[in-house]
């Protein structure tokens, strides 16, 4: 088969499914959630800056995510004791419950798309994926 037939048919599957996966794509890694997580997925304490370098925003951006998730009390800033010009950044208790809640969430959406395939579906899909 033509390549380019092939990439035509990828690009149709994908369009037809793309209102679904984009809706749960969308909600579910929105900033926010990708913000917890690497904060929360950290060994050592987080600092605003190396989360930005981390996920690859500006610091801007990193500084108006973090005004939103610390007005609803999902994470608190500190001034690093040992210097002043550096803000560490932790997730309150209720930053953890949204966190885990969000994560349950999220398998289970995942578990919905993955119950619709085979085992050998899944297999290959996950080769796929490894490929490209």
Avoid: C, W
Wanted: proline share 1%; glycine share 4%.
């Amino acid at each position: 088969m033509d390549t380019q037939v092939l990439v035509d048919k990828l690009l149709e599957s994908l369009k037809e499914k793309s209102k679904n996966l984009s809706d749960f794509f969308v909600d579910s890694f929105k900033g926010a959630f990708v913000l917890l997580k690497a904060i929360n997925d950290s060994k050592d304490v987080v600092y605003s800056g190396d989360l930005a370098k981390v996920l690859g925003i500006s610091t801007a951006r990193m500084s108006a995510i973090l005004n939103s998730l610390s007005k609803s009390d999902l994470i608190i800033r500190e001034d690093d004791p040992k210097d002043k010009r550096k803000t560490i950044v932790k997730l309150t208790d209720k930053g953890k419950k949204e966190l885990e809640e969000r994560k349950q969430s999220i398998n289970a959406k995942l578990n919905s798309f993955v119950l619709r395939l085979s085992e050998d579906e899944i297999e290959t899909f996950f080769a796929i994926i490894q490929k490209i």
